[in-house]
């Protein structure tokens, strides 16, 4: 069984960077379709980026061109980069490991983005 834990969250000014980390364990991540999701207050949670087994990469329009989603097979690490941080980017983002027809998710971390 798959285990997520998310990092990396915090507040940070309108155009700014932050690094998120999933780390997980029980399982190798290389073998599940890892995403980022985030939901925001009153919102439904939402696709950031995604990364296949196979290692390619998608994102929601929005991100593109923003965040870049990223595996460490050896640390057994995913990772959402972000930059140029917008304010309604603030939310709690959750990391998300699929197989099988099975989903596990982490816990979330906050994203704060101040204007």
């Known amino acids: 069984q798959l285990q997520l834990v998310e990092s990396g969250g915090g507040l940070v000014q309108a155009g700014g960077s932050l690094r998120l980390s999933c780390a997980a364990s029980?399982?190798?991540?290389?073998?599940?379709?890892m995403g980022w999701y985030r939901q925001a207050p009153g919102k439904q949670r939402e696709l950031v980026a995604a990364?296949?087994?196979?290692?390619?990469?998608s994102y929601a329009n929005s991100m593109m061109g923003r965040f870049t989603i990223s595996r460490d097979n050896a640390k057994n690490t995913v990772y959402l980069q972000m930059n140029n941080l917008k304010p309604e980017d603030k939310a709690v983002y959750y990391c998300?490991?699929?197989?099988?027809?099975?989903?596990?998710w982490g816990q979330g971390t906050q994203v704060t983005v101040s204007s």
């Open positions: 998300a490991g699929f197989r099988g027809g099975l989903g596990y």
């Open positions: 029980g399982s190798s991540v290389n073998v599940y379709a």
């Open positions: 990364i296949s087994s196979d290692g390619i990469t």
